[in-house]
């Protein structure tokens, strides 16, 4: 079965650049989700989109955007990156926003130097 | 207050054993979702089992079941007959309906090691 496609998988930036994540979610699924998971932490919840639109905000940056085109993808668009933002991106997609599973991406690892 | 919480850091299992990790939760929402999820070491996020507040019966998938008591708001999980591609980080999660709404809310995990 189709999953959650994430690119890149690998990225280094340094500090002050910007960078793009992609996410694709599975094919026909309306909603998707970005969270962040630092080293050694639990994933944290950013921001997600139900058709096309934020739906809910989570502890996302302000040098964070985000958005979710017409084909579901979504992209995580990140500026002024800092040491900090070194972590795991993930995205998730679900067939409606209240569907009960998430199915996770396998992450971009972004690494800020 | 946390929302989520797995008391067991790290463990230790024979191959073939069982193992049961634990969780509690704290909502006030009369509906959730409770969720486990495998995160080996390649990173990747793998959706293992869900139980709905509703649903009146525990949760089965293949060799996974969870353990769900809902008056002592604990969904633990059950990994029966343990292989060592069972080494993996398990963090347990739950979505509330109204409180918030589409966001997985994860524990702090618990590091699962398979001996041969």
């Known amino acids: 079965a189709a999953g959650v496609i994430q690119s890149p998988r690998h990225l280094i930036k340094e500090k002050r650049e910007t960078a793009t994540l992609k996410c694709y979610p599975i094919p026909r699924h309306d909603t998707v989700y970005w969270y962040q998971q630092g080293p050694g932490q639990d994933p944290q919840f950013l921001i997600s989109f139900y058709e096309k639109m934020q739906s809910d905000k989570g502890s996302i940056p302000d040098r964070f955007s985000a958005q979710q085109f017409s084909d579901y993808h979504s992209e995580l668009n990140m500026s002024s990156l800092e040491l900090g933002d070194s972590a795991l991106y993930f995205c998730?997609?679900?067939?409606?926003?209240?569907?009960?599973?998430?199915?996770f991406g396998p992450g971009t690892r972004l690494l800020v130097l | 207050a946390q929302k989520i919480t797995q008391t067991q850091p790290g463990m230790f299992v024979q191959e073939k054993e069982a193992v049961t990790l634990d969780c509690t939760y704290d909502t006030s929402d009369p509906s959730y979702g409770l969720f486990w999820y495998k995160q080996p070491s390649s990173g990747e996020m793998i959706f293992l089992i869900y139980q709905g507040s509703y649903d009146q019966q525990n949760a089965t998938e293949g060799r996974y079941s969870l353990n769900f008591q809902k008056a002592r708001k604990s969904a633990n999980l059950v990994i029966s007959a343990s292989q060592l591609g069972d080494s993996a980080m398990y963090f347990c999660?739950?979505?509330?309906?109204?409180?918030?709404?589409?966001?997985?809310?994860f524990g702090s995990g618990t590091r699962l090691s398979i001996r041969p």
């Open positions: 998730a997609s679900s067939l409606g926003r209240y569907q009960e599973t998430q199915y």
């Open positions: 999660a739950m979505r509330e309906e109204y409180s918030s709404a589409s966001k997985i809310i």
